[in-house]
Nanobody, 124 residues
Framework: EVQLVESGGGLVQTGGSLKLACAAS????????IAWFRQAPGKERQAVSC????????QYADFVKGRFTISTDNDKNTAYLQMNNLEPEDTAVYYC?????????????????WGEGTQITVSQ
């Protein structure tokens, strides 16, 4: 069974940091590209960052460039999203997603495996 399980969410003050993890199982992790998306209440889902299966290419949404870093650890079958200098506007449920092709993509429709999400709340 394919599973993606996010962890690391929580409540943090403005300017703080969190590191999300996405533990994958049920598929060959290093053959899949990974992405992080987020959705705030009443808003559409946004792509945050993605990374190719070999980790060589990473992309970021403009609103997180310079603050967030995506990475993967193939030995642990886990993807990460390091989030620094968090802002209240970053408050959302964050989802990781995987697709069985190596190229990085910021398009949600490209991904066929999704986690349940983890809540990030950034207070003023």
């Amino acid at each position: 069974e394919v599973q993606l399980v996010e962890s690391g969410g929580g409540l943090v003050q403005t300017g703080g940091s969190l590191k999300l993890a996405c533990a994958a199982s049920g598929f060959i992790f290093n053959e899949y590209a990974i992405a992080w998306f987020r959705q705030a209440p009443g808003k559409e889902r946004q792509a945050v960052s993605c990374i190719s299966s070999d980790g060589g290419i990473a992309q970021y949404a403009d609103f997180v460039k310079g603050r967030f870093t995506i990475s993967t650890d193939n030995d642990k079958n886990t993807a990460y999203l390091q989030m620094n200098n968090l802002e209240p506007e970053d408050t959302a449920v964050y989802y990781c997603a995987a697709k069985g092709y190596p190229g990085a993509s910021m398009r949600a429709a490209a991904y066929n495996q999704w986690g349940e999400g983890t809540q990030i709340t950034v207070s003023q």
